[in-house]
């Protein structure tokens, strides 16, 4: 076998590695995509149900839980507020306990429940456990936001200005035509989920 037979050999080895690989990657990343995907509308279903629940708990008692409207986002990853919308929709502790008397009254005086919420819910730790206390997306990110139209004076919009630029930029138009946005911001400051129509 001469040189140039042996080089051409080696020349289809190579090939064939290369698109190997190319494919391989290829794959890789459509599978990637396709998670994200699914990841993505599983966060939004989630974020829906979050909605629908405060306008129960709205129907019910004549209007949102005390903690919500005090600023206009309300950062789920801050100052217990978790905490305080898994009380409020669940009508129990994180625990599963009953609520005090003290956070019956401030939160939900007939303990009902508009919520359940599942494992998926909850902000996994790097060694698997679940804090019970602290939502997440479907993603694990528990940069959860709402924001409320009552808290801005407005009947059924919510002005576009309001949200960070990320999530601006996905947004036709100059208002969200909804009165509850729930939205997260991944942590790479990349990601993000509504739970309404990003052209509105």
Known sequence: MNSSSRAFGLVRVLTIIF???LFGG????????????????RTRIQFIQYESALKAYCHEYGEMPPFIGQEEILY?????????L???????NPDGSQLSQQDKDYLNP?????????????FRRKNG????????????????CIILESALDNDTTIPKALLPQIVQREIVGDLLNTQIVIFS?????????LNCAKNK
């Open 76 to 84: 789920l990853n801050r100052d217990g507020n978790s905490e305080l």
């Open 26 to 41: 290829l794959i890789a990343v459509g599978v990637i995509l396709h998670r994200n995907a699914g990841l993505t509308a």
């Open 185 to 193: 911001v991944g942590t790479d400051s990349k990601t993000t989920v």
């Open 86 to 92: 898994i009380k409020a929709l669940s009508g129990r």
């Open 129 to 144: 456990s679940l804090d019970r206390s602290q939502l997440a997306d479907a993603f694990n990110n528990p940069n959860i």
């Open 19 to 21: 698109v190997a690989g």
């Open 110 to 122: 007939f303990a009902k429940k508009f919520y359940t919420f599942a494992d998926s819910d909850f």
